[in-house]
């Protein structure tokens, strides 16, 4: 009860910004244990001679995850729960900071409830675009390492360049196709929208009105984070880990529940005012 006490008393956008932090933490710790656990016992002693240059065989994939399997369907199941309360805090989050929403509107989880099943729909509808963009970015880039086989280019060097090329475009579609598909689920809530065959065509609304704000500095917003945490996960990698690098990254992870918390917010007034 104190500590119910205690939450009820702090500012609404603290409040989003814990939520979220308690989601990045908290809701994959089982999972990531039990995995590690499999991977120390497991993969981790057995040596494995492979050219890093080149992708794993099928045959090697295969064994990998023959290896972790017991552990997998706990962090499946982690990740399939983070999932959902990702959904959850989005919907919350923007009914909470909404400048008109109702007072005392506080508890974070309970307001974005509603909206889960819709928001389910949202993400088969994102889970489509996004295998589109993925495929059309496939189609590319076999055609370029075609002409770059007929043009006589090292096939390990042509595999590198094209993948890294392909690796950064893919990344930031995605990430295009992300801001979309965030700014249909806060459209949705700002409007309580029902029908959803009409929240991407107020999307473009919004681009075409605030094209900076909607789309460009939210796109940064994402892409900035990402980063950071790549070359966070990558440093920590490379320097053996231990306790420091745990709490760079709990700061990190904080750091990126607050930009959630500020994307929301910002998105959820210029919504208001847009749409």
Known sequence: MAIKGMLDRLPTSVRVILARWFIYVLAMFPGLQSLQGHLNEAVGKRPWFHDIEMPLTMLDFKMLVAEVYDGVGMLLFGVLF????????????????DPQAEPGTKKVFANGRPFLWRYVRIALFALLLALVVHLGVKAVFESMADNAELQGVPLVKSYIDANLWRGGILFLLLSLVGVFIFWMRVITTVTDERKLRFVPRKVFRVFRRRFVSALLLQFAAVVLVLTVQG??????????GGTLWYLVWLLLLLLAAWVWQWRVAAAVRIARASV
């Open 82 to 97: 983070v999932w959902v309360l990702q959904l959850i805090w989005l919907a919350g989050a923007a009914r909470v900071l």
């Open 231 to 240: 070359f966070a996960l990558f440093a920590w990698r490379q320097s053996g």
